[in-house]
């Protein structure tokens, strides 16, 4: 996975995300890293907001669901027409709903869709989006965690951020995307910084040591020990599992 990772040639990851509430997204992703990345030509973030899309006077993306109950639905034609418009530019890796009944994104499928050229990504308002736009366009749901938010904008910027640190050459350190928790199955071990000393409290020793082979064992450990104590779960399959496993592209769809 490590070497797919290095390896994934080098040209711009394109998310085309769709939205009814575009300030929503533009923060999170104009700042920091995200910035950089797209600065430097390694990542094109485009929103589309899809009341462009609504036809009539009110430009209705909404409207009530067929058998009652609060709460409106996405209506399905502007959606329809944002996405096949883009279709006949692009052809889309995976198309992407945001939902809370979709897999949950970990960092192994943040791999996965960094492999990837063109990604769209269609954020849910109110109660969601028509069942036929998903059953017709979708290829992949993705959940960022047992929660409901109340739309699916932030989920997308979390995707393109957790995804778009992992396109080679967007961190300064390209390695260090690779020792990041999750990466191993195992969370990241402590850091610390100057002072040495701070308030009676002193750094390990042996970051001080400069022994690179001493201080790796030491994080290493320091990893291992933090992911059984915090997350068994995940050490059970770093210790039993495949822990080195290649995140293919496949099985997106
Ligand atoms: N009625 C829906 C929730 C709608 S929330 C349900 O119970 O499943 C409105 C929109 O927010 C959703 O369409 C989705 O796009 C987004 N959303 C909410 N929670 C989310 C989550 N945990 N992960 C990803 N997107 C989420």
């Known amino acids: ?5 290095i390896l994934r040639q080098i040209y711009t990851m394109r998310f085309d995300i769709l939205t009814v509430l575009p300030e929503l997204i533009e923060s999170p992703l104009n700042h920091s890293i995200m910035k950089r ?15 462009d899309f ?8 909404d409207d009530y669901q067929f058998g009652g109950g609060a709460g409106m639905v996405m209506k399905p034609e ?3 027409a944002c996405i096949e418009q883009l279709q006949q530019e692009r052809t889309y890796d995976a198309i ?13 499928l943040c791999n996965r869709l960094s492999m990837l050229d063109n990604v769209l990504v269609l954020c849910g308002h109110y109660k969601g989006v028509d069942e036929r736009i998903r059953e017709t366009y979708i290829t992949l749901e993705i ?32 390695t ?7 990466q191993d199955d195992l969370l990241a071990p402590p850091v610390y910084t100057r002072p040495a000393e701070w308030e009676g409290k002193s750094v390990p ?3 001080l040591s400069g022994h690179e082979k001493m201080i790796e064992d030491w994080r290493h450990e320091q990893s291992l020990e933090r992911t059984r104590i915090r997350r068994p779960d995940l050490y059970e399959k770093y210790v039993h599992g495949d822990h080195d496993k290649i995140n293919s592209v496949e099985n997106l769809h």
């Open 37 to 51: 990345a797209k600065d430097k030509g390694l990542l094109e973030v485009y929103l589309h907001n899809l009341r």
């Open 143 to 174: 959940s960022i965690g047992d929660y409901v938010l109340s739309g699916g904008e932030l989920a997308a910027a979390v995707i393109v951020d957790s995804v778009g640190r992992l396109i080679p050459g967007v961190l300064n350190d390209e």
């Open 1 to 5: 996975m490590k070497f797919r990772l």
């Open 96 to 108: 992407i709903y945001t939902s809370p009944d979709g897999v949950r994104l970990d960092q192994e």
């Open 205 to 207: 020793d042996v970051l």
């Open 78 to 80: 502007p959606i329809a």
């Open 176 to 182: 260090s995307a690779l020792f990041d928790s999750f």
């Open 54 to 61: 609504a036809v009539g006077k009110h430009r209705q993306v």
